[in-house]
Structure formats: C-alpha cells, structure tokens
C-alpha cells in the first residue's frame, strides 16, 4: 500500500502521514484511529 493509498483510505494526506512515519509530526490518538481503519486492523494494534 503506498502512502496515497493509505491517505485515501483514512482521509489524510499522504503528506501528513509520511511526517508522521518520520518523526516530524506528533499523531493524536484519534488519528491513529482513522489510520487503523484505514489498513482495517484495531487501534490497539497500533499502540
């Protein structure tokens, strides 16, 4: 899955989601759940 995908998927930008994967930005919590559904896997999974 590339990062356009991803974005799509949880309705972020890919840009915003490559910042995250490199450190540059913090993720909330909530996020992180649209990220989880986005790969369809619980948000416990990800913590």
Do not use: C, K
């Not at 909530?30 to 619980?42: E, I, K, R, S």
């Amino acid at each position: 899955m590339t990062l356009e995908d991803l974005g799509e998927r949880s309705g972020m930008t890919w840009s915003y989601i490559a910042q995250v994967e490199v450190g540059r930005r913090n993720i909330s919590v909530d996020n992180m759940h649209f990220l989880a559904q986005g790969v369809d896997v619980p948000l416990r999974d990800l913590l």
